[in-house]
């Protein structure tokens, strides 16, 4: 059995002040991946669903009070604005030694049967919106 992880979850983990945390993943396409967490102690709490959200709207609506983090800043850092406030580099990508600590802790049932772990896909590939969209051109 293996222990299936958030990746926005992981990252969101590694962030360690208390308070709103919002996870940040390039979603290519001009979007990201998006989802906000709350820290108070060892406790986090899922306060956002993941959902993609094109880049510039994030950036309008974000939420100013809460600490950013992962790799999806990288394309938007330069237009945050000096109010920002961004954890560590350091945490902004999943690090193996907090994926271990949360599979020490994690329950019997977070664990799962490697060959019926599947990603969750959010959006369908460009070649299938490509395919689509020339099937309904030819019907």
């Keep these: 059995r293996v222990f299936a992880a958030n990746t926005l ?4 983990s590694q962030v360690p002040t208390d308070g709103e945390i919002e996870v940040v993943m390039d979603a290519q396409r001009g979007e990201l991946f998006v989802a ?24 309008e609506s974000r939420p100013v009070s809460a ?10 850092k330069c237009r945050l604005g000096d109010e920002a406030k961004t954890a ?4 902004w990508i999943p690090q193996a030694a907090q994926l271990a600590r949360l599979a020490a802790s994690a329950e019997p049932n977070d664990f799962v049967d490697p060959f019926t772990l599947v990603p969750n896909y959010f959006r369908k590939s460009a070649a299938e ?11």
């Design 67 to 76: 600490t950013l983090t992962g790799p999806g800043l990288a394309k938007v």
């Design 129 to 139: 919106e490509k395919a689509d969209k020339a099937e309904v051109q030819n019907s």
């Design 36 to 59: 906000g967490y709350a820290r108070e102690g060892a406790s986090l709490k899922q306060l956002r669903e993941v959902s993609i959200v094109a880049a510039d709207q994030w950036l």
């Design 9 to 12: 979850r992981l990252i969101a």
């Design 88 to 91: 560590d580099e350091a945490v």
